[in-house]
T-cell receptor, first 114, second 116 residues
Framework: DTAVSQTPKYLVTQMGNDKSIKCEQNLGHDTMYWYKQDSKKFLKIMFSYNNKELIINETVPNRFSPKSPDKAHLNLHINSLELGDSAVYFC?????????????FGPGTRLTVT | AQKVTQAQTEISVVEKEDVTLDCVYETRDTTYYLFWYKQPPSGELVFLIRRNSFDEQNEISGRYSWNFQKSTSSFNFTITASQVVDSAVYFCALSEFTGTASKLTFGTGTRLQVTL
């Protein structure tokens, strides 16, 4: 019954590798997001998709590439991982991308780059 | 640009005390939305409340209450009779209404520690 799910929950990898994080929501929402939470707990939006269309890209390095195969899924692929990419990545979804509706977050994926 | 300030980095209280978490925001828009989220030690982000800029009524939900004051651009959160389970990081967030795309801007969070 998980509303927003992410896999994997933990990801440990070496610098230079490529990795993906998957996100799925079963709330019927049309907008999905990726956020990054750094070691100081600061949360910042990375991407937003509405009906599979990219609507927000917050000056994220192009090593990060989101992909939305359908409204219920938003995956994040990261190429050539760097130490600074270590963080917790949260997926979220909402009904509508206009800001009027609350966003529901997944459990987060803790990425550690060594 | 929109901004959310949570000046209290960390608050420690003893169980049953009341505690207020402050949130001050900046925005140029007349239509916007404010949110509070809770992040317990387990790490997930839990939605608590949403308030739009036209609704200045205070809200109470059990031991939780929220005070929205447009005149001071504040949206404060009070926990009455705090409990150990309230220990978490609390985030205030602001979303501007853009019609098609919005950005949820978070404050830096306030860590609340409730002890016995």
């Amino acid at each position: 019954d998980t509303a927003v799910s992410q896999t994997p929950k933990y990801l440990v990898t070496q610098m230079g590798n490529d990795k993906s994080i998957k996100c799925e929501q079963n709330l019927g929402h049309d907008t999905m997001y990726w956020y990054k939470q750094d070691s100081k707990k600061f949360l910042k939006i990375m991407f937003s998709y509405n009906n599979k269309e990219l609507i927000i890209n917050e000056t994220v390095p192009n090593r990060f590439s989101p992909k939305s195969p359908d409204k219920a899924h938003l995956n994040l692929h990261i190429n050539s991982l760097e130490l600074g990419d270590s963080a917790v990545y949260f997926c979220a979804s909402s009904q509508g991308g206009g800001g009027a509706h609350e966003q529901y977050f997944g459990p987060g994926t803790r990425l550690t780059v060594t | 640009a929109q901004k959310v300030t949570q000046a209290q980095t960390e608050i420690s209280v003893v169980e049953k005390e009341d505690v207020t978490l402050d949130c001050v925001y900046e925005t140029r828009d007349t239509t916007y939305y404010l949110f509070w989220y809770k992040q317990p030690p387990s790490g997930e982000l839990v939605f608590l409340i949403r308030r739009n800029s036209f609704d200045e009524q205070n809200e109470i939900s059990g031991r939780y209450s929220w005070n929205f004051q447009k005149s001071t651009s504040s949206f404060n959160f009070t926990i009455t009779a705090s409990q150990v389970v309230d220990s978490a990081v609390y985030f205030c967030a602001l979303s501007e209404f853009t019609g098609t795309a919005s950005k949820l801007t978070f404050g830096t969070g306030t860590r609340l520690q409730v002890t016995l």
